[in-house]
């Protein structure tokens, strides 16, 4: 004869939750909670609607332009082609790099070397009225000058500027931001 053996369930409590539906109710929670207070990702540039679309005046070779023109485009901000069709006009009047070394060493080769990167802008609406006055933001990094190869300095020294520009459009566009809204 055949032995069957029956296994009993053990009752389920009716609150219990498995490890990933506790992780899934935390993140809906903290999903809600940042809708809630207003939180947007960085780069989201949000202008008035009727002070839309705006042109970017800078050098066409400008890094600081190059990246602000892309944060705007992902932020589904209008870009005017001419400056007399936009409504706001944000102006790169000067941009500055420079480098010096900061520290060496007995022989007197190069240890430590400091990147600044300065930018002058402005924001003016179609009619000429001043949004922002003019202003500068100043970016240094430093960074230690390892035993590589000079093409290898000159590459990262490019890398650390990229960022820089980087930097110094997102601080564009948070002052603009908070002058528009």
């Not at 990933?20 to 109710?25: E, L, P, V, Y």
């Not at 939180?39 to 190059?66: C, D, T, W």
């Amino acid at each position: 004869m055949r032995k069957t053996t029956l296994e009993v369930a053990s009752p389920v409590e009716p609150f219990a939750l498995s490890g990933g539906a506790i992780a899934m109710t935390l993140l809906l929670v903290a999903l809600l909670a940042t809708s809630a207070c207003g939180f947007k990702l960085r780069g989201q540039v949000e202008i008035p609607p009727e002070l839309n679309p705006m042109y970017i005046q800078a050098s066409p070779h400008s890094p600081v332009r190059a990246t602000i023109i892309e944060q705007l485009q992902q932020s589904q901000v209008r870009l005017a082609a001419a400056p007399t069709d936009a409504r706001v006009i944000l102006r790169i009047t000067n941009e500055r790099r420079s480098s010096r070394v900061v520290a060496v060493d007995s022989n007197g080769k190069a240890l430590a070397s400091e990147l600044r990167y300065a930018v002058t802008f402005d924001a003016i609406s179609k009619d000429g009225k001043q949004l922002i006055p003019r202003q500068s933001i100043d970016v240094v990094r430093s960074y230690e000058n390892q035993d590589v190869e000079v093409l290898g300095k000159q590459l990262e020294a490019e890398l650390i500027y990229a960022d820089m520009f980087s930097d110094a459009a997102n601080r564009i566009l948070d002052r603009l931001r908070a002058a528009l809204t």
